[in-house]
């Protein structure tokens, strides 16, 4: 159990050595993660002597097996309450047997024969998929039992993402050059020697990142059954039409991961170009993820994905071209490819996040968690048929095991395992992706008929509960006056909402977000506003989750990260709360609501009037400086980002545009009447709605 003692409030901070001790953990998994995605298939041919055909299978096999450990380890993990708590303890109880694990996988001994050393490699990758899932599932999950403030959420991710980042150039650097001559006789000790000085510092970072972080967050009550989640899949073709690109796109990328090491070697010349290709990837999985949203925004999700697949067939077919020892084409290349897998990628999960929406519209049922690790199973499959076909196509264009120079049929194959087959992959991925159902419209529509159904629900719940909530002709009706009021910033909502609730004796109700905390979180995540599609949506809402929708303005897709479930989970639960406390606040005697999306909540109550508030940028901007008294810079400011970020919100958590007019009963110009006038405007209108 956790205290409320030990709870820390939406607004409280996390003190920057947990973040930085949060981060450690990730440092320590990809240090094992990628020296088998981006190594082992080079070290099983090259150094334990697999056959590279054998080699693609064993890749394949394990991979998948790492599908299963993950939806076993996220049924068992978590259960178990501890005084260390549910999720940090599996870092100290398994990650020795990680280790170990890892230093025996590329350790293979030089007097074994094939079967053996074969059956060696195939159990020792087993046995780390295995406690790789049991350390990794807990650590992905564990950012959301550490906090329920979503910029902290963000700053937790964020810490991540760049230590995976640094963690991939560093281990590149570090074991790359270790390939460039495999036939040296002492090469099987230096990679075991390499590989116990990386599984020690491994399990140093999983120590501190253990003794650094803490678990305040409750578990959540109720967990959906096998049963349910399947029979929601069953009947989510948006979700299955999704799984089927992931299986198809991340084939293509694990293709071409697993030969990746011979193309630096063997095409390009040097084992050490592989750091620079690494580097150029990664470039353009950044450089993309500023253009999503942009993107999303203007030819919606499945176009945006097939366009972005189709930059990444371009990517490898520019690889497969690339003239033998041309490292800069090739440099380009990858760039090419970074950005088309980093941008597919990251729209998958956001179409995740839209599946669910879908299998609550059309099942009743909402399984975040049930969705997030079906699609995680499949991508691990589609890594499994990558490897494989990696070792099969190279196998069969005689690949050599530590010739100094391989066959121009060799090279040829390597060519086609690392562009033409993943460029094959890739467009089988597009076209799966070009059936997928949802339009942006269609979402917007579902999303919108479960608002009211959760606001039918909280409605009904009121009345239940015995407030001044009435049913007439369909439609709810509150005794008192209701109104909502949105605005651009410094159209003067707060002052004349305030004294319309003042006139007509309601409770008046203003904003969720301050000027300062929006503030405080953009400049802990200054490219939060730009990656806002990247991830799942997560509500600003609740107790304990104040600005949690910033939580999706800096989602990672790092591999396994369990995280994305766990947050969706929130997300659900942020969303209905924000729902129920709206209709709360008018329930008894109406009230005056700012924000809170109480617009699109209340739009089924009869009587509600719903207003805008407008005036020209040069007239708000004057008179925010004046009530606020601020600078017209830092009112300029605070007036670019609210308009931006407060629409973002709307349009993320409960998929409306604020600045539809036809939204509102009542849009008013306040450069053109007084604040005053607006007020009496106001209190008329609601009087003569009512009354109708």
Not at 58 to 72: E, H, N, Q, S
Not at 302 to 324: E, K, M, N, S
Not at 435 to 454: A, G, K, S
Not at 495 to 506: D, F, H, M, S
């Amino acid at each position: 159990m956790v205290s409320d003692s030990t709870r820390t409030s939406a607004d409280e901070r996390l003190p920057r050595s947990r973040v930085v001790g949060y981060s450690l953990g990730d440092v320590a998994n990809n240090v094992s993660f990628m020296m088998t995605s981006l190594f082992l298939m080079a070290y099983m041919t090259d150094i334990a002597g697999v056959p590279a055909a054998i080699a693609g299978i064993i890749y394949g096999v394990t991979k998948i097996w790492a599908g299963v450990t993950d939806l076993i380890a996220g049924n068992t993990v978590g259960r178990r309450e501890t005084k260390w708590g549910r999720l940090r303890p599996w870092l100290i109880w398994v990650s020795p047997f990680l280790a170990i694990s890892l230093v025996l996988l590329f350790s293979t001994p030089a007097g074994l024969g094939p079967t053996a050393t074969i059956a060696w490699v195939l159990l020792f990758d087993a046995a780390f998929q295995l406690c790789y899932s049991f350390v990794n599932i807990p650590y992905g999950s564990l950012s959301a039992a550490m906090t329920e403030n979503g910029t902290d959420r963000s700053r937790l991710s964020g810490a991540r993402s760049i230590a995976s980042s640094m963690t991939g150039v560093v281990l590149s650097l570090v074991l790359s050059p270790q390939f460039e001559d495999t036939t040296a006789d002492d090469i099987r000790l230096r990679f075991t020697t390499a590989t116990i000085i990386l599984a020690v510092i491994a399990l140093v970072l999983y120590w501190l990142c253990f003794r650094s972080t803490r678990e305040v967050v409750p578990a959540g009550a109720g967990e959906l059954t096998l049963k349910t989640t399947l029979q929601m899949v069953r009947r989510n073709k948006p979700l299955l039409v999704l799984c089927l690109g992931a299986l198809f796109l991340l084939g293509a990328s694990f293709t071409m991961n697993a030969v990746m090491l011979y193309y630096a070697r063997d095409v390009l010349g040097s084992a050490t170009s592989f750091t620079w290709l690494y580097l150029c990837q990664t470039i353009g999985t950044i450089a993309v993820a500023s253009l999503i949203p942009a993107i999303t925004e203007r030819v919606g999700k499945r176009v945006g994905y097939v366009a972005l697949a189709a930059v990444g067939v371009v990517g490898f077919v520019l690889i497969a071209l690339t003239p033998t020892g041309d490292l800069l084409v090739a440099l380009l290349a990858f760039l090419v490819f970074g950005a088309g897998f980093g941008g597919t990628n990251a729209l998958m999960f956001s179409m995740q996040a839209d599946t669910v929406d879908y299998g609550e519209w059309r099942t009743g049922t909402r399984a975040e968690g049930g969705s997030y690790s079906i699609l995680s199973f499949v991508r691990k499959v589609g890594q499994g048929v990558g490897g494989f076909l990696g070792g099969a196509v190279i196998g069969a264009f005689g690949y050599t095991a530590g010739a100094q120079v391989q066959s121009p049929e060799a090279i040829q194959g390597i060519k086609i395992a690392a562009g033409w087959v993943p460029a094959a992959l890739c467009v089988i991925a597009a076209v799966a992706l070009w059936f997928y159902p949802l339009t942006n419209d269609e979402h917007r529509e579902i999303v919108r008929e479960l608002n009211d159904r959760r606001a039918r629900h909280a409605f009904g719940e009121a009345t239940a509960a015995g407030g001044a909530v009435s049913v007439a002709d369909g439609e709810f009706v509150v005794a008192g006056p209701v109104i909502t009021i949105n605005e651009q910033y410094g159209a003067g909502a707060s002052y004349v909402a305030a004294r319309v609730a003042e006139r007509l004796g309601v409770p008046y109700a203003g904003t969720r977000f301050s000027s300062e905390q929006l503030e405080q979180a953009e400049a802990t995540q200054p490219a939060a506003a730009s990656a806002a599609v990247t991830g799942s949506s997560a509500a600003a809402f609740g107790s304990g989750g104040m600005l949690g929708f910033l939580r999706s303005f800096s989602r990672t897709t790092t591999e396994g990260d369990a995280s994305v479930s766990a947050d969706a989970l929130s997300d659900s639960r942020l969303i209905q709360q924000n729902v129920a406390d709206v209709i709360d606040m008018v329930r008894d005697s109406g009230g005056v609501v700012v924000g809170r999306d109480a617009t699109v909540i209340l739009s089924e109550m009869q009587g509600a009037l719903h207003v805008r508030l407008e005036a020209p940028l040069r007239t708000r901007v004057s008179r925010a400086a004046e009530a606020y008294g601020v600078s017209t810079e830092v009112a300029a400011q605070r007036q670019a980002r609210e308009d931006r970020m407060r629409v973002l919100m709307s349009d993320r958590l409960m998929h409306w545009d604020p600045t539809d007019a036809s939204r509102y009963d009542l849009v008013i110009d306040t450069s053109e009447i007084s604040l005053d006038d607006a007020v009496d405007m106001i209190v008329a209108a609601s009087e003569a709605k009512r009354a109708s």
